[in-house]
Nanobody
């Protein structure tokens, strides 16, 4: 069982930066692949980024590639999403999620077993 709690969301101007964090508790965080997803009002939840259990492999949605960076610190049981050059269309509730190692890098919601409650990111134009 893994419990996930996101933090760091807020209001930022377009072009600005924000870092959201996801603190994990429970067993064997370092053995899980992690992902970030987001959901805007009236839209389906979508993949943003993923990172392998070791942090050695990352993947990104095309819409955020080059602007967002996912990272993790297994000693702190935390995964991060650094968001730069934010656009109004990045506004959403951001969720972190944990998946078994063999789903490392997955963009599919159904591959992730554990989810946080989400943190709101608002981008003003």
């Amino acid at each position: 069982q893994v419990q996930l709690v996101e933090s760091g969301g807020g209001l930022v101007q377009a072009g600005g930066s924000l870092r959201v964090s996801c603190a994990a508790s429970g067993r064997k965080f370092s053995t899980y692949a992690m992902g970030w997803f987001r959901q805007a009002p009236g839209k389906e939840r979508e993949f943003v980024a993923a990172i392998s259990w070791s942090g050695g492999r990352t993947s990104y949605a095309d819409s955020v590639k080059g602007r967002f960076t996912i990272s993790r610190d297994n000693a702190k049981n935390t995964v991060y999403l650094q968001m730069n050059s934010l656009k109004p269309e990045d506004a959403a509730v951001y969720y972190c999620a944990a998946a078994p190692q063999y789903y490392s890098g997955s963009y599919r919601i159904e591959d992730y077993d554990y989810w946080g409650q989400g943190t709101q990111v608002t981008v003003s134009s």
